[in-house]
């Protein structure tokens, strides 16, 4: 099928330019969960065709401002002035996704499921669905409140207990006096003193888990690189952020930039998922040198524990040595 929109290229485009922004109010209205018909792409005239690609460039600009509402208005406007172009559908869904709306972006990529059964993309828009599907539900599941503490009874205290008095000496005894016994020194029996037990190989198992994140971590982010540098040059964006194609190529459509985009944020993604990891591995890795470096020189008390959060991750070393 058939996706490339035409530019305006005769006076008649351009007065079909000024239909368009007279039309876009009234589109502007219509219902967000429902659709036009579908319908074939010869039953759309040339003057329709430019006039949708005009109002999608408008509707792109306001999704690259964050206007996701604008956005969606006008993405939506152009399915309906050319309802043959279904490749429409999925950039509807990521505007909406965006907006945070994802019941909505769920129902308008079951929409292109079914009117491009066809499509190429048919199996990555399924594990979208899915993945959406699963976000709305850990959204929607409600959270456990803290439990109870119960409030503590207080004990009285017990009576002190007082020793009674000695009993007074007679005049005619004096008190007898007892001499302390000297402390006799504790002196360890021979071959019993205690030596501090090294920790074997758990450091250098640690250094070799840490040294194969960093190599996992380098990995991920060459791929990932590579990934963001091929959507680029497929894309070839111009000053106004808008793909123009390879050079001497024709200008892609809007399934060839939904392809383009998703496969440069899979490469963003993979590209910080690799720097987490080998900083990860690097942390592990020093941490277990230390620890085979300082165990041979003094008794250690050292734990390990794991730290991984949103714009970090890493080792926590805390003991003394």
């Known amino acids: ?11 008649f485009a351009a007065l079909g330019f000024l239909g368009v922004v007279v039309s876009v109010p009234v589109f502007a209205q219509q219902s967000g969960s429902e659709y036009p018909p579908a319908c074939d792409e010869s039953k759309v005239s040339r ?40 490749a429409m559908l999925p950039i509807i869904a990521t505007a909406y996704e965006r907006k945070g709306d994802k019941a909505e972006a769920i129902h308008t990529l079951g929409e292109y499921l079914k009117r491009a059964p066809a499509a190429p993309d048919h199996e990555v828009i399924e594990h979208r669905i899915r993945n959406l599907r699963d976000q709305l539900a850990r959204e929607q599941t409600p959270s456990a409140g803290p439990a109870a503490t119960p409030t503590p009874v207080p004990v009285p205290a017990p009576p002190p207990i007082v020793a009674p008095p000695p009993p007074a000496p ?35 198992v640690l250094v070799g888990v840490g040294g194969a994140a960093v190599v996992a971590g380098v990995v991920m982010l060459a791929i990932g690189s590579g990934d963001v540098s091929s959507a680029v040059n497929a894309c070839n964006p111009d000053a106004n952020h808008h793909c123009q194609g390879p050079p001497g190529g024709p200008v892609p459509g809007p399934s060839q930039v939904a392809a383009d985009t998703s496969k440069q944020n899979n490469g963003y993604t993979l590209e910080n998922a690799g720097a987490v990891v080998g900083a990860v591995g ?25 730290v991984l959060t949103p714009g970090f991750g890493g080792i926590s070393v805390s003991g003394h040595f």
């Open 47 to 86: 003057a329709d065709h430019e006039r949708a690609h005009t109002v999608f460039l408008s509707g792109k600009q306001f999704l690259e401002e964050s206007n996701y509402d604008k956005a969606i208005s006008y993405f939506k406007d152009a399915y309906s002035i050319d309802c043959s172009v279904h």
């Open 282 to 306: 690097l942390a592990a890795a020093a941490v277990g040198t230390i620890w085979a470096l300082t165990s041979g020189h003094s008794a250690t008390g050292a734990s390990l524990t794991p």
């Open 1 to 11: 099928m058939k996706t490339t929109m035409r530019s305006l290229r005769n006076p």
């Open 170 to 204: 007679s005049a005619s005894e004096a008190p007898p006096t007892m001499a302390a016994p000297a402390p006799t020194p504790l002196t360890p029996a021979p071959g019993l003193e205690s030596e501090p037990s090294g920790p074997g190989a758990a450091p250098w």
